[in-house]
């Protein structure tokens, strides 16, 4: 097993990190726009990504496993990329001082395999893009998301 | 022992990218501007960090394990933060189309600690800082890299 894992601190309220986090409007901030689906424990939500240019390159859906407010969300991929399925999205979430603290870790994957390394980059400009959103106001989900390299 | 992976795309020649991560001028324009030292096989390079009003926040010396051109970089720390003491740095070339493929790997950490999840994202901040030295002429080095939370 192998595990992404990411800190990141948002100068903001807790409840405004979980709120981006735990309800499908917050994640269209950051993540992709196209999010839709049911945030709650046992709900699933789906995520698409396209090209500026509208074309579709990918998705996965995931399950609500847990939503504590204020202090976790933990998400299970069910279908998308097959290295995904059954791996684990969580985010831990505790103030330091004048910042909220998110643990992310993108835990499971059954090896360490380039495609990791390519989400793990990803993840961290992901997580750079929720920061932006919490603290501006606007984050840079996909279409409009920060390109690493030749695969996104 | 856990390891931190990240995978980047650059839209330069391969030679290009080695000499930014092989040469003490090219570190220095992407990571910290304070690089000194010797960048050959078991040569030592230290790096150091500042903040922008030109605090000394950390540091860290490595040795120059492996200098393949155009393949691969490969430091060992070998003073710096205790839990980054014996890790290995990791940098694998290879060219796809018009990209070179960094693949990039932070290894052997003794256990996956919450500086590690810091670390990781971090490393992310600088990998762009590396593209974007070499696409553009400009990176993001130390004072001026992306701070990311309460640490750095």
Request: glycine share 10%.
């Amino acid at each position: 097993m192998a595990d992404i894992i990411h800190r990141v601190g948002i100068k903001a309220p807790i409840s405004k990190v979980y709120e981006a986090l735990a309800t499908v409007e917050g994640v269209a901030g950051w993540w992709t726009k196209e999010t839709t689906g049911e945030s709650k424990p046992g709900g699933t939500i789906e995520v698409l990504f396209s090209t500026p240019a509208g074309k579709r390159i990918g998705g996965m859906k995931m399950e609500v496993v847990t939503l504590e407010p204020n202090k976790k969300v933990h998400w299970r991929f069910i279908s998308g990329p097959e290295e995904w399925i059954g791996t684990d999205a969580i985010f831990d979430l505790s103030q330091e001082g004048d910042y909220t603290i998110v643990l992310f870790g993108h835990k499971n994957w059954r090896q360490a395999v380039e495609f990791m390394a390519h989400c793990s980059m990803k993840w961290g400009t992901f997580m750079m893009s929720l920061k932006e959103l919490v603290e501006t106001g606007r984050g840079k989900p996909s279409p409009n998301d920060v390109k690493i390299d030749n695969w996104n």
